[in-house]
């Protein structure tokens, strides 16, 4: 009896293995493209340049991608992407 005790705790005494987050990397022109068609949708959300829209921040998410930036007026936004890069809003934070 004690070794079947024995056996059960040994057992629960392991650690689960650690998973680490899988982390795919994202074709060049792609986030390109993406960045791109970011600066495009901010700059007709906030009626402005693009040249004056600033992308400064790219995540990768398991299904999806955002895209942080800024205007020259400090207006911050977000331009989300699904996993095949098309874009699907962008919201003003």
Same mark, same amino acid.
């Given at each position: 009896m004690?070794?079947?005790v024995l056996?059960?705790l040994?057992?629960c005494?392991t650690?689960?293995?650690? =998973?680490?987050?899988?982390r795919?990397k994202?074709d060049?022109l792609?986030?390109l493209?993406?960045?791109?068609l $970011?600066?495009d949708? #901010?700059?007709k959300?906030?009626n402005?340049g693009?040249?004056k829209?600033?992308?400064?921040?790219f995540? =990768?998410?398991?299904g999806?991608?955002?895209?942080?930036?800024?205007?020259?007026?400090?207006e911050?936004f977000v $331009?989300?992407?699904? #996993?095949d890069g098309?874009f699907?809003?962008?919201?003003?934070?």
């Amino acid at each position: 009896m004690a070794l079947m005790v024995l056996m059960a705790l040994v057992g629960c005494s392991t650690p689960p293995p650690v =998973q680490k987050a899988q982390r795919v990397k994202v074709d060049p022109l792609r986030s390109l493209n993406m960045e791109a068609l $970011c600066k495009d949708q #901010a700059a007709k959300r906030y009626n402005t340049g693009e040249q004056k829209i600033d992308v400064t921040a790219f995540e =990768q998410f398991q299904g999806s991608y955002e895209m942080r930036g800024y205007t020259f007026r400090k207006e911050q936004f977000v $331009c989300s992407f699904d #996993a095949d890069g098309h874009f699907l809003h962008l919201s003003m934070r």
